[in-house]
T-cell receptor, first 117, second 109 residues
Framework: GAVVSQHPSWVICKSGTSVKIECRSL??????MFWYRQFPKQSLMLMAT?????????EQGVEKDKFLINHASLTLSTLTVTSAHPEDSSFYIC?????????????FGPGTRLTVT | RKEVEQDPGPFNVPEGATVAFNCTYS??????FFWYRQDCRKEPKLLMS???SGNEDGRFTAQLNRASQYISLLIRDSKLSDSATYLC??????????FGTGTRLQVFP
């Protein structure tokens, strides 16, 4: 099956700093990648959808200037949390899909646990 | 009202028990339905798709009632390894997946 990796798997940073999370599709070309956030005991919430080579589409309530998404190649998307605050501490998960996959067929990365102190 | 609602549980059941989870969705335009499993601190993994006619995969049976906008998952002969959070997921025939908050299952010996 299709494999998606994320790096780092966990990160601790200080308030006010920026953190970059990478999402890679290892054995397929990911034309679309999704970024989700999950707080403890809550659902996965879609933050944004990114298509290779174009700007990301953010969900309502997600600050695009705070959560910078770059999908520069067909195998890599990055999420940068800028000026992180403790309330940004969460589990960030990416997923990827491709042309030829069914519309709902997404492959998830293992997630990145971010703790902001 | 949340788009996809689930009883959060936890459901604590002994090994060998049969347990059922329910899920309701609010958007009648929903096209595809799934159950995902998520282990603690891990990514969600697709357990099974849910078809209108109902479908079975080993010990797992999924049902869909479009008229009532209701989805169910039945697990028979529960194993310790079934302990996880089960996520009800809906798709509106686009790329987006809408996740429920999940129902936590704990199977004890």
């Amino acid at each position: 099956g299709a494999v998606v990796s994320q790096h780092p798997s966990w990160v601790i940073c200080k308030s006010g700093t920026s953190v970059k999370i990478e999402c890679r599709s290892l054995d397929f070309q990911a034309t679309t990648m999704f970024w989700y956030r999950q707080f403890p005991k809550q659902s996965l919430m879609l933050m944004a959808t990114s298509n290779e080579g174009s700007k990301a589409t953010y969900e309502q309530g997600v600050e695009k200037d705070k959560f910078l998404i770059n999908h520069a190649s067909l195998t890599l998307s990055t999420l940068t949390v800028t000026s992180a605050h403790p309330e940004d501490s969460s589990f960030y998960i990416c997923s990827a899909t491709s042309y030829g996959f069914r519309s709902y067929e997404q492959y998830f990365g293992p997630g990145t646990r971010l703790t902001v102190t | 009202r949340k788009e996809v609602e689930q009883d959060p549980g936890p459901f604590n059941v002994p090994e060998g028990a049969t347990v059922a989870f329910n899920c309701t969705y609010s958007n009648s335009a929903s096209q595809s339905f799934f159950w995902y499993r998520q282990d603690c601190r891990k990514e969600p993994k697709l357990l099974m798709s849910v078809y209108s006619s109902g479908n079975e995969d080993g010990r797992f049976t999924a049902q869909l009632n479009r008229a009532s906008q209701y989805i169910s998952l039945l697990i028979r002969d529960s194993k310790l390894s079934d302990s996880a959070t089960y996520l009800c997921v809906v798709n509106y025939n686009t790329d987006k997946l809408i996740f429920g908050t999940g129902t936590r299952l704990q199977v004890f010996p």
